[in-house]
């Protein structure tokens, strides 16, 4: 069994910055890629960046609404998926998830494990 453990949410004003963690147990961690995907209230959860699998080089995907302004990395020594977020926007408040998939895809149902989830909530 998996588990996907966020943190470093927060309340941020706009223009700010925030650094999303995301722990994984188990030993396999660099064989998958993995994704960040969010859900504001009353929406539907939406795709936001993935990083392939790899131990040297790997490859990002981003959401049109994010490309330049978040960043997606991961430490495969430490088991652990980031995302820098800056330039903080109040449509970007919404409940963070991370989840393990299978390859650079934005559809949730490519992705098979999922985190509890941490708010990040940005104020105009």
């Known amino acids: 069994q998996v588990q996907l453990v966020e943190s470093g949410g927060g309340l941020v004003q706009a223009g700010g910055s925030l650094r999303l963690s995301c722990a994984a147990s188990?030993?396999?961690?660099?064989?998958?890629?993995m994704g960040w995907f969010r859900q504001a209230p009353g929406k539907e959860r939406e795709f936001v960046a993935a990083?392939?699998?790899?131990?040297?080089?790997?490859?990002?995907y981003y959401a049109d609404s994010v490309k330049g302004r978040f960043s997606i990395s991961r430490d495969n020594a430490k088991n652990t998926v980031y995302l820098q977020m800056n330039s903080l926007k109040p449509e970007d408040t919404a409940v963070y998830y991370c989840?393990?998939?299978?390859?650079?895809?934005?559809?949730?149902?490519?992705?098979?494990?999922w985190g509890q989830g941490t708010q990040v909530t940005v104020s105009s």
């Open positions: 188990g030993r396999t961690f660099s064989s998958y890629a």
């Open positions: 990083i392939s699998m790899g131990l040297s080089s790997v490859s990002t």
């Open positions: 989840a393990r998939g299978y390859g650079l895809r934005y559809d949730s149902n490519d992705y098979d494990y």
